[in-house]
Every structure is written in structure tokens, then in C-alpha cells.
């Protein structure tokens, strides 16, 4: 039994020392869909430590992946992973407006064809499209991102406890 609390609190030092946290309760089938998706955003969503490195690192299920920073050419479309958050909050970029929390981090754009339902936390499959090339003189408005994105599925939807659904 101590080596058991032992282990548990070592493996909580390791993750609080990498500046993440480890998930309370996980969920299996959301560990089995995400084991399906080979990227960066699987590896954060499912709460992996994430090494403090530019670009970030995280290793899961015995793999170490590196978030993808490049920009790449416009018309460009990546599948990627968004872990929605379960609220809308207030930001500040080019001006105050209402923002997601999409893997962690505010998410100033918006996501084609998706509707927020407040109180849950939602897995997203994204369709992530580049419209504009930042490298190239007047080709991006001034002041919004350079993608375009659009929902291709729901993976999974979870209620946050103390929520009345």
C-alpha cells in the first residue's frame, strides 16, 4: 500500500513539476479515441505532460510529439484536434469579444458549422484551412488569424460536474 501512495505521489510531483496536471478521473473511451489520432493535440488533450521547449513537446503512448508552428501556404488544410471548453469568457485581441477556451489556451477565431454548449466540454475533430500567407506583402487582413475553421465531428461530449445537464 505505501508503495502504491508512494507512486502516486511521485507521478503527481513529476506532472506538477512539468507545469501540467494529470486528469482525476480518466476517461478510458476518450483515451481509446484519442490513442487513434496521431498528433500534438491528442498528446495535450489527454493530459500528457507537456515539455516547457519552443515548439512544445509532449510524449504519449510511448511517442514524443512536437507542436506544428510553420505557416504554410494558403489553401493548405490540416485535420486537427480541439478540446472545447465547457465556458465562453470575455478576451481582449483586436478588441473585447467572447472567446472559447480551445486546448487550454483562449481561442480568438470561430469554428464553422460548431455551437457551444455551455457546461460541457467537447472533443472536436477540426478542419483547419490557411486563407492567407503571412510572408506575402498585404495577403492577410490586419488583425485575424490566417485560418479558417470548420467542424468535421464531434468525438465526444462531457458534461462538468455541478452542471445541471
Request: glycine share 8%; hydrophobic share 35%; proline share 6%.
Amino acid at each position: 500500500m505505501i508503495k502504491y501512495i508512494t507512486a502516486a505521489i511521485s507521478g503527481l510531483f513529476f506532472a506538477a513539476c512539468q507545469g501540467t496536471t494529470l486528469p482525476i478521473s480518466p476517461d478510458d473511451s476518450l483515451q481509446a479515441i484519442l490513442a487513434d489520432y496521431d498528433s500534438f493535440e491528442a498528446c495535450l488533450i489527454s493530459g500528457a505532460p507537456i515539455m516547457e521547449s519552443y515548439p512544445r513537446q509532449c510524449a504519449f503512448n510511448g511517442k514524443t510529439y512536437v507542436e506544428d508552428i510553420s505557416t504554410g501556404k494558403t489553401g493548405d488544410t490540416k485535420r486537427i484536434l480541439f478540446e472545447i471548453g465547457p465556458e465562453i469568457v470575455r478576451c481582449h485581441g483586436a478588441f473585447e469579444q467572447d472567446c472559447l477556451i480551445v486546448n487550454q489556451e483562449l481561442f480568438y477565431d470561430s469554428i464553422d458549422e460548431f455551437t457551444h454548449k455551455p457546461g460541457v466540454t467537447t472533443i472536436a475533430e477540426i478542419e483547419r484551412t490557411q486563407y492567407c500567407d503571412p510572408d506575402e506583402f498585404n495577403s492577410c487582413p490586419q488583425d485575424v488569424g490566417i485560418y479558417r475553421y470548420r467542424l468535421l465531428g464531434i468525438l465526444s461530449e462531457t458534461p462538468t460536474p455541478g452542471s445541471d445537464l
